[in-house]
């Protein structure tokens, strides 16, 4: 079964996206990414 990475809000914490986690790979993902809560564009973060 695959890892899911999971992506919250800088904003308003909310959790809005999940991708396929890579084999190996210990940079944290940061992506701007629309959010639906603060109806904008933010930065979101992998959370643990």
Do not use: D, I
């Amino acid at each position: 079964m695959a890892k899911k990475v999971v992506l919250n809000c800088e904003k308003c914490g909310s959790r809005n996206y999940t991708f396929p986690a890579k084999e190996g790979s210990t940079v944290r993902l940061e992506l701007k990414k629309f959010c639906s809560h603060c109806n904008e564009h933010t930065m979101h973060k992998q959370t643990l």
